[in-house]
């Protein structure tokens, strides 16, 4: 297809990124982000300052979703780094930000973020092992291990959540000081990668933040960080959706379709009453959050709905496909994968239940009968 200047995101996503998801799930398709940046649609939520199109917070959560509807939507629209960007602007040292952003605005320059360790409790970070020690030179000295840093192999710089003398700080590793031990294998793809620091020394520059400030940082970037992933879950269950009533309406079955089925008409009935719930739990979180606040209770709600949400509608549709639906020509296989995922990822959904169940019977309790 052609690709002009006035196309319009979800089109781009449904009509150039969703066919090529074989090619970019195998770490292929930069010409897409061309394509992309041709069309006028690349970076749009990142600073203008940076070269990117300056596009408010709050206008960018109104299209994540479209952009969600595939996996790789944001990273091939070069959306994909703004967590990143937006850390590095306001805590990196001016070396490193002059060093890194403007590139990673433009796509040369790739940033990982690695919390997560083999043998820890993801859900209880005061438990992780990873050190960083400051020594008399000022230079850190990391050391540990790190797995699921989403697309490490490709980064330049990988942001290490590390044990300092007082408390947890984030320390950005270059690549060369990157040891990428094993690619995981998620359900049958890759994409997220165990690493190792062996004593490498990073530069005094290369701390984000203050020394102890590396669990508040870590904060900060989840309110966004999570609100973002819902919309593109609702975007992905809502392709699912898509999907499903396609199915339903053209498979012959007896005289009629499957959409004159009552049991199928109750599928497509009970994903869409979830799909849209979640839809405005997610949209009024990213109201509150645009607006910086951080929102912990409708955040959760947001997250825990729209993982729910994604794997009714993929299963759903799945199950009116038959077993084409399992077959990787659908597309299905790989939403049930990001499905699955979502309910461990960003929160395991059980964390945000006990902790929102505290949250909402505390302030019960604090204010009995209003
Ligand atoms: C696709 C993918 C990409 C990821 N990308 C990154 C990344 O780029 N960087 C990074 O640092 N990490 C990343 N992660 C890791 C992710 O953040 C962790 O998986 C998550 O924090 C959960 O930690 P865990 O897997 O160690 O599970 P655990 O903390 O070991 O939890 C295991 C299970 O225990 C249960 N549980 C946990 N807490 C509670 C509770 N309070 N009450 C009751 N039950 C509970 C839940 O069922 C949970 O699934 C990624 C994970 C996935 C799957």
Do not use: C
Not at 64 to 86: F, I, K, M, Q, T
Not at 166 to 186: C, N, T
Not at 282 to 288: G, Y
Not at 348 to 356: G, R, Y
Request: no cysteine; net charge neutral; aromatic share 4%.
């Amino acid at each position: 297809m052609s690709v002009t200047g006035d196309i319009q995101l979800r089109q781009f996503v449904d009509e150039v990124v969703i066919p090529a998801e074989p090619e970019l799930d195998a770490g292929g398709g930069l010409a897409l982000r061309e394509l992309a940046r041709g069309a006028g649609l690349w970076a749009r939520p990142l600073p203008a300052e940076l070269g990117g199109g300056g596009q408010s917070l709050a206008d960018y959560l109104a299209v994540a979703e479209d952009e969600g509807r595939s996996d790789h939507g944001p990273d091939v629209v070069g959306s994909s780094s703004l967590l990143n960007v937006r850390m590095l602007t306001a805590y990196a040292q001016p070396e490193l930000r002059d060093a890194v952003l403007t590139d990673l605005v433009a796509g040369r320059v790739h940033v990982s973020y690695a919390m997560t360790e083999p043998g820890v409790a993801g859900s209880d970070p005061s438990k992780l092992r990873t050190t960083a020690e400051r020594g008399a030179d000022g230079w850190w000295t990391v050391t540990g291990r790190k797995w699921f840093t989403s697309a490490a192999a490709r980064a330049d710089l990988v942001l290490v959540v590390a044990r300092t003398g007082d408390g947890f700080s984030i320390v950005a590793v270059p690549a060369k000081g990157v040891r990428v031990e094993r690619e995981l294998d998620v359900l049958g793809a890759g994409g997220q990668h165990e690493i190792s620091f062996d004593a490498v020394r990073v530069p005094s520059a290369h701390l984000v933040g203050e020394p102890g400030q590396g669990m508040r940082l870590a904060g900060e970037r989840l309110a966004l960080g999570r609100t973002l992933r819902a919309l593109r879950w609702i975007g992905q269950a809502q392709r699912s959706l898509d999907l499903l009533a396609d199915r339903a309406v053209s498979r012959a079955l007896g005289d009629g379709v499957l959409a004159d089925r009552q049991l199928v008409q109750r599928l497509a009935f009970e994903a869409e009453l979830e799909v849209r719930s979640a839809r405005l739990l997610t949209r009024e979180a990213a109201a509150l959050v645009a607006r910086d606040e951080r929102a912990p209770v409708e955040v959760s709600l947001a997250k825990v709905a729209a993982a729910r949400a994604l794997n009714t509608a993929v299963d759903s549709a799945i199950q009116v496909y038959g077993a084409e639906g399992l077959t990787a020509a659908t597309g299905l296989p790989r939403l049930m994968r990001v499905a699955r995922a979502a309910r461990i990822l960003d929160g395991a959904d059980e964390l945000h239940v006990t902790t929102t169940g505290q949250r909402l019977l505390t302030r019960r309790r604090a204010a009995p009968g209003r």
